[in-house]
């Protein structure tokens, strides 16, 4: 299979996430800022759940920059990817409505965030494993690629203290993004030596 169509259908599926996502943002009661402002917990964790998409979308398009074989394998690890990302709006909504308050949607937050980290390594194994231990996804990212592993182990780590402490999740799942915010130097190398 073309990695094109894979990319394409991911790119679909993540914006229609998004999309979703910010249909569950509805208007204020009122017609003043106070009302506006009365929303300003599901507007923070609707821009950090957006950011954390985007981020994922991003990575995701480096990833695959580097891959020349799609096997079935990869399909669907893909697939359970875009699954955990399709658990967002749901969770986003969630957290919205008790931020900060309520545990429950904290852990799930948590959980879900745990579930995509855990699914993009999934996928970044996956892929290693279709194009071989001497592709350009190996010998890139290499045997010390422990960005993933610290964004699962820190997801992990947030949804415990969400039990204690609902807030860490949002605070420290927002740090974990500043690993992943700028592409990987290394693909970008890469991608600007083969050119």
């Known amino acids: 299979m073309p990695k094109n169509r894979l990319e394409a259908f991911t790119d679909g599926v993540v914006a229609i996430i998004i999309t979703i996502m910010v249909l569950e943002l509805t208007p204020p009661a009122g017609s003043s800022f106070t009302a506006l402002w009365g929303l300003r917990d599901k507007f923070l964790i609707y821009l950090v759940s957006f950011v954390i998409l985007a981020v994922y979308w991003n990575n995701h398009h480096h990833l695959l920059q580097l891959a020349k074989h799609i096997d079935g394998v990869v399909l669907w690890a893909n697939v359970f990817f875009l699954f955990a990302l399709s658990l967002f ?107």
Not at 101 to 117: E, I, K, S
Not at 131 to 159: E, F
């Open 89 to 195: 709006p749901f969770a986003t909504a969630w957290i919205g409505e008790h931020l900060g308050t309520a545990v429950a949607p904290a852990v799930f937050y948590g959980a879900v965030m745990t579930l995509g980290d855990l699914a993009y390594y999934l996928l970044l194994l996956a892929l290693i494993h279709a194009n071989g231990r001497a592709s350009a996804i190996q010998l890139t990212l290499g045997q010390d690629y422990y960005k993933p592993l610290v964004s699962i182990g820190g997801a992990l780590v947030s949804t415990a203290l969400a039990w204690v402490w609902p807030p860490i999740v949002v605070i420290l799942n927002t740090g974990l993004l500043l690993l992943w915010v700028l592409p990987e130097r290394r693909v970008e190398r890469h991608i600007n030596h083969r050119q």
